[in-house]
């Protein structure tokens, strides 16, 4: 995104479209301290468990996912924001297609 200009508004959610049987991802701000990416999930997609060194915050934009951090299951909507902690296993599975915001801040 550092292309377009900074001073207006975005629809995040179109940023991204949905791709059958696919993760499509596109990555809004990178540097240093952090990135935001937005995500789009087709049913049955997801991302198996992982761990990361830092908070992630992640915000639904559209849709449906099952969440799990560490043997908490998590059932977010469109509109519900999550906070995965560091060094906590976690994975992300599509219930419907769906399609979120990742905050990652390196710090």
Known sequence: MT?????R???LA???EYQVGSVVSREVVKKSTGTVTVFAFDVGQG?????APFDALVYLLDGKAD???GD?????KVGDMVVMPA???HALKAVMRF???LVMIRS
């Open 72 to 76: 908490k299951p998590v059932a977010a």
């Open 3 to 7: 292309e377009e200009p900074l001073a």
């Open 14 to 16: 179109g940023l991204v």
């Open 47 to 51: 991302l198996s468990e992982h761990t």
């Open 99 to 101: 399609k979120m915001l």
């Open 87 to 89: 060094n906590v296993p």
């Open 67 to 69: 969440i799990t951090i």
């Open 9 to 11: 508004a975005v629809n």
